[in-house]
């Protein structure tokens, strides 16, 4: 069931990016000079908030987005160790557990905002509407808060990562892993 609800979201997007394309009146133009070690490709990575992380401490995870032009859709997988963190409710007002969605990307539909903490496992998709213009440059597209359950050492992997223009066009990405390291009080 996981697979048919993942294909149904993942073709959303796709028709949600479709439908900007086909409402959008002015052509998207960049006006941002966007230097990259690697031309033409973004850089997704997360910025941890607080070190050293404690045992029962609450921090942060911004999702980063470098170097990225003419962005308009983001769609997004993170896991972690359940065991060692527990993600913690960015809205109270909504049902189930919500990640902050950043200031860069303005998510004018959001496909998903799903958090599986049992699997450890986050999922995000976003969509830019008509008559915000696609994003170029940097910024921060989700938070994501953690509480420390117990001491070790929990990965925070991009498990999926797809961005795309407008027009629907995927933008070349890459990506950089992380490990949170907890210690006892």
């Known amino acids: 069931m996981t697979d048919t609800f993942s294909e149904t979201i993942r073709n959303l997007f796709l028709l949600c990016i479709g439908v900007w394309a086909c409402v959008a009146c002015v052509p998207a133009v960049s006006t ?7 031309p033409n490709t973004a850089v997704m ?8 992380i404690l045992v029962g401490s609450v921090f942060t995870a911004n999702v980063r987005l470098d170097h990225v032009a003419r962005l308009a859709g983001v769609e997004l997988q993170v896991v972690y160790d359940p065991a060692i963190l527990e993600e913690q409710d960015a809205d109270l007002g909504k049902d189930g557990l919500q990640a902050a969605w950043g200031k860069f990307l303005k998510p004018d539909f959001v496909v998903q905002n799903l958090a599986e903490p049992a699997q450890g496992k986050i999922s995000l998709a976003a969509v830019q509407l008509p008559p915000s213009q696609p994003v170029s440059g940097s910024g921060v597209l989700a938070t994501i808060t953690f509480k420390a359950k117990s001491a070790g050492s ?4 991009f498990n999926l990562v797809n961005l795309s223009t407008s027009s629907g066009t995927f933008i070349e990405r890459t990506f950089t892993n992380t490990q949170v390291r907890v210690i006892p009080r």
């Not at 990575?45 to 050293?52: E, N, R």
């Open 154 to 157: 929990s990965p925070l992997t």
């Open 32 to 38: 941002v000079s966007v230097p990259s070690a690697t």
């Open 45 to 52: 990575s997360f910025d941890l908030t607080k070190a050293p």
